[in-house]
């Protein structure tokens, strides 16, 4: 203990002199590298379970010390920040994994190793919990010890806060591990991912933050294989304290259980939902799972933009960074990558009848807040449209589902672009990730200027789906380079009447974001009939920030019927009849059925948060 205690007394003493450092290393830490002093953290893939179990019971010594992280290439940027540890072993981010089975006994200690700070640690405790949590507090150079049943299976995840935190000013969410209870007897091939954040201001504008996925950032996460038809089982702990809509690329995913940290709630089949995007509040867990049915390079990550662009990296980004056709530099952050290898028996689907679309990306003259005018252009007959007629958001794409379908996009900008088909279950060439969609052979390209792309999308199933920009996403997002999609039943003709698309988006990259709904601020009153059945479809397509949509008639939420969410029909029992309030987050789609049932005026709120300006959309019912 002593010895380990000075050990942490060293660290503050010896960051000054290499020498003293080069002495005192081989007592610190016989499993970790060190680096100025300091123990250097290992990313933590979470296969390896923590503690050693005798008889029905885990045995866990946990530490916290000082370690210097690397989220990133290591050597490269890095972090000093206090780390959990398993007593004699490296420090590692995520903290070390909990993973028993039901009626196991955790008997467990926490050593508080670091000088300065007491150590207050939730989530050793049998769950579900109650509210508050149980914390532990160790003071500096303390031992703490606790014993508890595990209680109910499911993904939940153990934290700790050294000293006083101020969320609103800095991050330190790097004290944090997952915690897993399995059932006996059920498998546990899964794979467990956990979500860490460490942040804080550099200057007055300037915000350093390192963001992680089991301990590391994009293009530095671990690289995953699976082979199509695989049954793919993840747990995602989201142990910071902000949200991440996390969407994956090219399929759909089961949502199986969704989790906090003081209890998870397991869902039975039927009342699955089936996404491509799933919105994670702070410090809360996701179970989900999928079998990929087609082959290629697919990005599992966080859809707000902050979190996976050059801002999310702790090193320096720039603006080459952002147009680079390189995704180690284009992208950052929480993102993840996974390769489908092809079934022997896989061909490519064919594409006879099929129709062809003519997409423009413009620049018209400025017209907002936002610093240009881009937009996505459906070409109509022979004659391309003008860019004088360019705004946000892109041409609505009406396609039918079925008919194979090649969108040409010709980039008439003077500087690269590409798109991404969100929602849409397509080939991974053309799914728009530049240097990445693909296979071995081939990777998607950018779209230089002048230059042109075919997407090819063969659209096996009707809903809501977004088009954007996947390049230099922050600046050409926020311009207008985004545009809905409806696929329509074969035989069925859109309705633009009865079908109503409602694009939610930020208009410039500024903080407070100003929200456009179909590019404007300010909506003309439409008009319904009372009796008639509407569809409405949302969309969130901002770089950040969930929006909240209220439809009321005076002062009274009216009701509506839940349809679909990212294009999939929601299960049976989620369609009923249900009070008219949607919160969308960043990459999620949503369709209601809405029957005014009185004549007069209805209003359709859509803002950011309770407290900022919304946009409204009146309706005259007559
Ligand atoms: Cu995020």
Redesign the pocket.
């Known amino acids: 203990m002593g010895a380990l205690t000075g050990f942490a007394d060293g660290v503050r003493a010896f960051r000054r002199g290499a020498l003293v450092l080069l002495l005192l290393t081989p007592l610190a830490c016989n499993k970790s590298r060190m680096v100025d002093g300091l123990p250097v953290a290992s990313a933590n893939d979470n296969r390896v379970r923590a503690g050693e179990m005798r008889g029905d019971t885990l045995a866990l010594s946990l530490v916290v010390q000082m370690a210097r992280w690397y989220p990133e290439a290591d050597p490269g940027p890095h972090v000093d920040a206090p780390v959990f540890a398993e007593e004699g072993n490296a420090p590692q981010i995520p903290a070390p994994l909990i993973r028993v089975t039901t009626g196991t006994i955790v008997a467990a200690t926490v050593r508080n190793a670091l000088l300065d700070s007491t150590l207050r640690v939730v989530g050793l405790s049998s769950r579900p919990a109650g509210e508050p949590l149980d914390t532990l507090i160790i003071p500096p150079g303390e031992t703490r010890s606790v014993t508890f049943e595990v209680g109910a299976h499911g993904t939940y995840m153990y934290a700790a806060q050294a000293g006083t935190v101020d969320w609103d000013i800095r991050e330190r969410e790097q004290l944090a591990g997952a915690f897993v209870v399995d059932s006996v007897g059920a498998p546990a091939d899964d794979r467990v991912f956990v979500m860490n954040v460490w942040g804080e201001p550099r200057d007055s504008i300037n915000y350093d933050n390192a963001v992680a996925i089991n301990g590391r950032a994009w293009p530095h996460t671990e690289r995953l294989f699976a082979s199509m038809g695989d049954s793919i089982r993840w747990r995602w702990v989201n142990a910071t304290v902000?949200?991440?809509?996390m969407h994956l690329h090219g399929f759909y995913y089961q949502v199986t259980a969704r989790g906090d940290m003081a209890r998870d709630t397991i869902y039975s089949h039927g009342t699955q939902r089936t996404v491509v995007t799933e919105s994670m509040k702070p410090f809360s867990t996701l179970s989900l799972a999928f079998e990929p049915d087609r082959p290629g390079n697919w990005l599992f990550h966080?859809h707000?933009g902050f979190?996976v662009l050059g801002t999310a990296r702790l090193g320096p980004s720039d603006h080459a960074d952002h147009a680079s056709s390189d995704v180690g530099r284009h992208m950052a952050g929480?993102v993840l990558g996974l390769t489908v290898n092809p079934a022997p028996e896989w061909r490519e689907p064919p594409r006879a009848g099929t129709r062809a679309v003519r997409l423009l990306v413009h620049e018209g003259a400025r017209r907002s807040h936002a610093l240009r005018n881009l937009s996505f252009m459906l070409q109509q007959g022979t004659t391309e449209p003008s860019p004088q007629t360019a705004r946000a958001p892109g041409s609505l794409l009406v396609l039918t589902r079925d008919e194979p379908t090649d969108i040409t996009v010709v980039n008439r900008l003077r500087e690269p672009t590409a798109v991404h088909w969100h929602g849409i279950e397509l080939e991974s060439y053309s799914d728009g990730v530049v240097g990445f969609s693909g296979d071995s052979s081939r990777l998607a390209p950018m779209i230089a200027p002048g230059d042109s792309f075919t997407a090819r999308l063969s659209l096996p199933r009707s809903g809501t789906f977004i088009y954007h920009t996947h390049l230099n996403d922050l600046e050409q997002l926020t311009s207008g380079l985004y545009g809905p999609i409806v696929v329509l039943e074969p035989g069925a003709m859109h309705d633009p009447e009865r079908d109503r698309v409602f694009v939610a988006a930020w208009d410039g990259d500024e903080e407070p974001p100003k929200l456009v709904i179909n590019g404007d601020s300010a909506l003309p009153q439409a008009d319904l009939r009372r009796g008639t059945s509407y569809r409405l479809r949302f969309v969130n397509i901002g770089p950040a920030a969930s929006i909240r949509a209220l439809l009321t008639r005076g002062a009274d939420t009216v009701s509506w019927r839940a349809l679909a969410k990212d294009g999939f029909d929601v299960p049976v029992h989620s369609a009923h009849a249900q009070r008219a309030v949607l919160v969308l987050d960043v990459g999620e789609t949503a369709d209601f059925e809405f029957t005014p049932d009185q004549v007069g005026t209805y209003s359709l709120h859509f803002a950011h948060a309770p407290r900022l300006r919304p946009v409204v959309q009146k309706f005259r019912v007559r």
């Not at 902000?242 to 809509?245: A, D, E, L, Y």
């Open positions: 902000r949200p991440h809509p966080c707000i979190h929480l």
